[in-house]
T-cell receptor, first 113, second 114 residues
Framework: GEDVEQSLFLSVREGDSSVINCTYTDSSSTYLYWYKQEPGAGLQLLTY?????DMKQDQRLTVLLNKKDKHLSLRIADTQTGDSAIYFCAESISTGTASKLTFGTGTRLQVTL | DSGVTQTPKHLITATGQRVTLRCSPRSGDLSVYWYQQSLDQGLQFLIQYYNGEERAKGNILERFSAQQFPDLHSELNLSSLELGDSALYFCASSALAGGHNEQFFGPGTRLTVL
């Protein structure tokens, strides 16, 4: 089955690191994504990781994947007020001819001064 | 700006009515996806089309239907609307149908059913 879980809320101080966690249940997931949603806006893809990777770094973003525990995390270094948003992890169940994303519940990140 | 456009931005209607939401994918993208975001259900996949053909189906109600036209734009039709259908409806597009294919999301249509 497919189920993706995230904690609902995270508050950090500006300049600190943020770590947003996600657990998924479908071991056949091939790609895992992190999306950002700002108020009144659509979803913006931040980064992704293939299921055969353990880590991916992209500027201030670091994604860690623990396949054994089906745990995914997103670390944002030097968190800024502009990072305040809702962050969704998503797993992709994909074949060669179709795909769909199953999203987590979303984590609201609040950055304080 | 993702390049995906959705109209209208807001829609207010009454229970029992029917509405049509429209999506234009990014230039060159052949795949279109529809998602529903509501407070109680979260963000849920509804349906995928690729070059006019349905490819994947999620938790889409029988009262809802979609299609993708030859010019690749897509429409989501919602009928016999209920209060619980109030939600944000997103369209996304991607170049490919499967595999790792980055989905680009539109700004959404906010549907309010009164």
């Amino acid at each position: 089955g497919e189920d993706v879980e995230q904690s609902l809320f995270l508050s950090v101080r500006e300049g600190d690191s943020s770590v947003i966690n996600c657990t998924y249940t479908d071991s056949s997931s091939t790609y895992l994504y992190w999306y950002k949603q700002e108020p009144g806006a659509g979803l913006q893809l931040l980064t992704y990781i293939f299921s055969n990777m353990d880590m991916k770094q992209d500027q201030r973003l670091t994604v860690l994947l623990n396949k054994k525990d089906k745990h995914l995390s997103l670390r944002i270094a030097d968190t800024q007020t502009g990072d305040s948003a809702i962050y969704f992890c998503a797993e992709s169940i994909s074949t060669g001819t179709a795909s769909k994303l199953t999203f987590g519940t979303g984590t609201r990140l609040q950055v304080t001064l | 700006d993702s390049g995906v456009t959705q109209t209208p931005k807001h829609l207010i209607t009454a229970t029992g009515q029917r509405v049509t939401l429209r999506c234009s994918p990014r230039s060159g993208d052949l795949s279109v996806y529809w998602y529903q975001q509501s407070l109680d259900q979260g963000l849920q996949f509804l349906i995928q089309y690729y070059n006019g053909e349905e490819r994947a189906k999620g938790n889409i109600l029988e009262r809802f239907s979609a299609q993708q036209f030859p010019d690749l734009h897509s429409e989501l039709n919602l009928s016999s609307l209920e209060l619980g259908d109030s939600a944000l409806y997103f369209c996304a597009s991607s170049a490919l149908a499967g595999g790792h294919n980055e989905q680009f999301f539109g700004p959404g249509t906010r549907l309010t059913v009164l």
